[in-house]
């Protein structure tokens, strides 16, 4: 295991009925923005419940920030903010909304250039300060509400940032907000939080044994519960598994100490930009042939992911491995998503154009070794047709 440090200062609220408890946890002389997406936090009422705890507060809100949002929607808030002295940001929504408050929070306090704020890659932006935010979950998925990322589109690409000053001061779990759900977006959240958690324990052997046995239980949960959740509407116990699993798996904990991949992610995203797939949805399609392309590289952890995560004892360590990557595709076939690229026609010449894009955005060299190159991205991609 490698040296780390370790620190998550967001405070959660998890449960039902508690989003009374906003009033103690927005400072009493707040002027509140509240910020949300398309309207469906509008159109369930949880609007009018996050209003009604704020009680004598000076509340504006922001409406309209869209699904991997854009820039320019969130400098419309940017200017909100400065103009009414907005000093405290409450996001309503999913990983969305979430990332675009942070970026709010960020940009805020910066005069010009805003934009530079998304070319840091995953290192800190350079700058120091924000403002405080909490946020209001209403699709478990990203864990962004309780981590320092954020992911915006700029120029019809997606930029990860990454700062401290947005971890959330403290955020609401509570699953009777999900309950409104799309099955689809139920789906996509189950996906994106099991390949967090891959993306973390699936590289190579570090002798991380917390880490590796925190992630095999998140691993579990989620195979267990994601279903039961995208199935039953009524089973709120199976959904508050699935909720913690979600914020659990991109929360900092298991990824102390151990090497990281986040080639899926890069990858993914390139998709979501040029094809408009979910976040959740692309990661699917590319994973098990990725799992398939690298079973050299990641051997040790396959084997150990098949027996531990999928109870896969019979059979040779490569039938294992076959067996535990056929399941985990089969595993989001059972949540609705199709893992072909086919499905969303997307033939080779626009496969040549995405590894394209990726070489623009300088995502030459992924994975945990850092030997993962757009020849190989071009196998995977040509495998997941
Ligand atoms: O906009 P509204 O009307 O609210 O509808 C949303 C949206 O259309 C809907 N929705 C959310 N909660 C709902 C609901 N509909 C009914 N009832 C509810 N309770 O769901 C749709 C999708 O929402 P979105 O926030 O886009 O989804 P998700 O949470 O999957 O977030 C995806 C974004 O997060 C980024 C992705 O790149 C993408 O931009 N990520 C952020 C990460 C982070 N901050 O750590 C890590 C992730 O890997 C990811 O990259
Ligand atoms: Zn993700």
């Not at 699904?67 to 929504?93: C, I, S």
Request: charge should be negative; hydrophobic fraction near 40%; charged fraction near 20%.
């Amino acid at each position: 295991m490698q040296n780390f440090d370790y620190y998550n200062p967001t405070q959660i609220v998890f449960g039902q009925e508690r989003l009374h408890e906003l009033n103690n946890l927005v400072p009493a002389d707040a002027k509140v923005l509240v910020l949300f997406g398309g309207g469906s936090v509008k159109r369930f009422g949880t609007l009018d419940k996050i209003k009604a705890s704020l009680g004598e507060r000076k509340v504006l809100e922001f409406g309209g920030i869209e699904a991997n949002p854009k820039f320019e929607t969130l400098m419309q808030a940017v200017d909100l903010v400065r103009t009414e002295n907005v000093d405290f940001l409450l996001a309503v929504g999913g990983g969305s909304v979430m990332d675009g408050t942070k970026f709010v929070a960020l940009a805020a306090k910066k005069d010009a250039e805003h934009e530079q704020l998304l070319f840091n890659g995953f290192g800190a932006v350079p700058v120091k300060e924000a403002l405080p935010l909490g946020c209001i979950v209403t699709l478990p998925a990203t864990g962004s509400e309780m981590n320092t990322f954020g992911v915006i589109t700029y120029n019809q690409q997606k930029y990860p940032f990454n700062s401290p000053l947005v971890y959330p001061k403290f955020s609401f779990l509570d699953p009777d907000l999900t309950l409104t759900l799309p099955k689809e977006q139920v789906a996509n959240g189950v996906a994106d939080a099991f390949i967090h958690v891959i993306e973390q324990y699936l590289t190579q052997p570090q002798n991380a044994k917390v880490q590796d046995r925190f992630s095999e239980g998140l691993l579990k949960t989620l195979i267990e519960d994601g279903p039961i959740t995208y199935n039953d509407n009524t089973n709120i116990e199976a959904r508050k598994n699935f909720m913690w699993s979600a914020t659990s798996a991109l929360n900092g904990l298991i990824g102390v100490g151990v090497m990281h991949d986040w080639s899926t992610h890069m990858i993914g995203h390139e998709m979501t930009a040029m094809f408009g797939i979910a976040h959740g949805r692309t990661l699917a399609i590319v994973l098990p042939s990725l799992l398939r392309e690298r079973t050299e590289q990641k051997r040790a952890k396959l084997l150990q992911f098949a027996e531990r995560v999928w109870d896969i004892v019979e059979g040779t360590d490569d039938e294992k491995i076959a067996a535990a990557i056929d399941k985990t595709e089969s595993f989001f076939n059972s949540l609705g998503i199709v893992t072909k690229l086919s499905h969303y026609n997307i033939d080779e010449t626009a496969i040549e154009t995405l590894i394209g894009n990726m070489e623009k955005m300088g995502l030459t060299n992924l994975s945990e070794t850092g030997d993962l190159t757009l020849d190989i991205v071009r196998k995977i991609l040509i495998a997941a047709k």
